[in-house]
């Protein structure tokens, strides 16, 4: 099984400032990572796939970047909406298709 | 546009079964694989288990594996989760989950679209 690892699990921040999250992958998934928002009681919602695609409708302030077992995603000028959880995913070899333990971005 | 509702979720005692269904609209169900990821309560993302486009492939996860299964039925475009054994450890809101990509089998791809979740708590 692929291990996703987070960091930070907190990240306080400003509106306006710069976010960069980081996943690490205990093995290579290729590029076959993706990023999601989850706000409270509310579904996930997907942000980049393949490392670095932005999904539909998803602002260009938010991009993705990395391949093999390091990935970042970086949110260039936050948003007061963007204040939520992110998880990472993998999709690069066989299930099970784990998730990391999150981070938490907050004002 | 992509719509996903889940139902079956509620109070179910250890031991016992519960299915959950999923029905979709606004796209082709047929052409993606789908999956179901649940959530404990103040938890993290947990992926669950995957039904390819075809119906050839399924995977659980090992939490799971051997107690539940998943199927669908493209005639009514729905998709379903059979918890059979069920644990207090299998609390949590149950989400379906739609393949980013058409005729895959899970693998290089994402969960583009989520159904917005059924709570499921197992408790005496």
């Known amino acids: 099984e692929i291990v996703l690892t987070q960091s930070p699990a907190t990240l306080s921040l400003s509106p306006g400032e710069r976010a960069t999250l980081s996943c690490r992958a205990s093995?290579?998934?290729?590029?076959?990572l993706a990023w999601y928002q989850q706000k409270p009681g509310q579904a996930p919602r997907l942000l980049i796939y393949?490392?670095?695609n932005r999904a539909t409708g998803i602002p260009d302030r938010f991009s993705g970047r990395g391949s093999g077992t390091d990935f970042t995603l970086t949110i260039s000028s936050l948003e007061p909406e963007d204040f939520a959880v992110y998880y990472c995913q993998q999709r690069g070899n066989r299930p099970p298709y784990t998730f990391g333990q999150g981070t938490k971005l907050e004002i | 546009q992509v719509h996903l509702v889940e139902s079956g979720g509620g109070v179910v005692q250890p031991g016992r079964s519960l299915r959950l269904s999923c029905a979709a609209s606004?796209?082709?169900?047929?052409?993606?694989?789908m999956h179901w990821v649940r959530q404990a309560p103040g938890k993290g993302l947990e992926w669950v288990a995957l039904?390819?486009?075809?119906?050839?492939?399924?995977d659980y996860a090992d939490s799971v594996k051997g107690r539940f299964t998943i199927s669908r039925d493209d005639s009514k475009n729905t998709l379903y989760l059979q918890m059979n054994s069920l644990r207090a450890e299998d609390t949590a809101v149950y989400y379906c989950a739609k393949d980013r990509r058409a005729y895959t089998y899970g693998f290089a791809t994402a969960n583009e679209d989520w159904g917005q979740g059924t709570l499921v708590i197992v408790s005496s």
């Open positions: 393949d490392g670095s």
């Open positions: 039904i390819s486009y075809d119906v050839s492939y399924k």
């Open positions: 093995q290579s998934v290729d590029i076959y």
């Open positions: 606004g796209f082709t169900f047929s052409n993606f694989g």
